[in-house]
């Protein structure tokens, strides 16, 4: 597509359940960001790919979250035993490659709440 | 510690006056800075970067920012505002040499009044 696509737009779920959220990135973009926005605060990093590599993991909250990329392109998120602190916009980017001067192009997100 | 920081979290204008939205950052070396707008209910739209040369750099929906060394400032500006320039404002860094992600201020929601 022409965009950043992330799939569902919105989840609602129970705690302890676990999620998956997908994010299609623009065709070609070797890179691929996760990031996490709570209500009323800026955005907080994840974790990026390198193609299908994730150099840095580091800041992925807890050992509940995962995530993966296949093929150079799409990505799950993947958030297990959900809590309610877990609540909050997740947003994915893409770019043509790592690093630079290269901008990011976002998706809509993935607004996630957690009863 | 490398940071960026925007210190207004809401800035209020009249339609057709100057608008500023502020941003600093602490680095070592040279970073590469960015701003975006978001919507409510969206992602966040590119508008315009700061990577080396002249020190305006003009962007999308007629935005400019200001790169100033010395002051460490990368401030957002436009001539006239608009009231559909309502949104939520995020300044973001990229420290070159060090991790490939962005590092984003906490935002700064812009109100323009009719």
């Known amino acids: 597509g022409a965009g950043v696509s992330q799939s569902p737009s919105n989840k609602v779920t129970e705690k302890g359940k676990d999620v998956e959220l997908r994010c299609d990135p623009i065709?070609?973009?070797?890179?691929l960001y996760w990031y996490r926005q709570r209500l009323g605060q800026g955005l907080e990093f994840l974790i990026y790919?390198?193609?299908?590599?994730?150099?840095?993991k580091s800041g992925l909250p807890s050992d509940r979250f995962s995530a993966e990329r296949t093929g150079e392109s799409v990505s799950t998120l993947t958030i297990q035993r959900t809590q309610q602190e877990d609540s909050a916009v997740y947003l994915c980017?893409?770019?043509?490659?790592?690093?630079?001067?290269?901008?990011?192009?976002f998706g809509d997100g993935t607004r996630l709440s957690i009863l | 510690a490398q940071s960026v920081a925007q210190p207004e979290d809401q800035v209020n204008v009249a339609e057709g006056n100057p608008l500023t939205v502020k941003c600093t950052y602490s680095?070592?070396?040279?970073?590469?800075l960015f701003w975006y707008v978001q919507y409510p209910n969206r992602g966040l739209q590119f508008l315009l970067k700061?990577?080396?040369?002249?020190?305006l750099v003009k962007g999308s929906y007629g935005f400019e920012a200001e790169f100033n060394k010395s002051q460490t400032s990368f401030h957002l500006k436009k001539p006239s505002a608009l009231v559909s320039d309502s949104a939520l404002y995020f300044c973001a860094v990229r420290f070159s040499g060090s991790a490939r992600q962005l590092t984003f201020g906490s935002g700064t929601q812009l109100t323009v009044l009719p």
């Open positions: 790919f390198q193609g299908n590599s994730a150099p840095d």
């Open positions: 065709s070609g973009h070797t890179a």
């Open positions: 700061y990577i080396t040369g002249d020190n």
């Open positions: 680095v070592s070396g040279n970073p590469y």
């Open positions: 980017a893409s770019s043509p490659t790592v690093g630079g001067g290269q901008p990011q192009h």
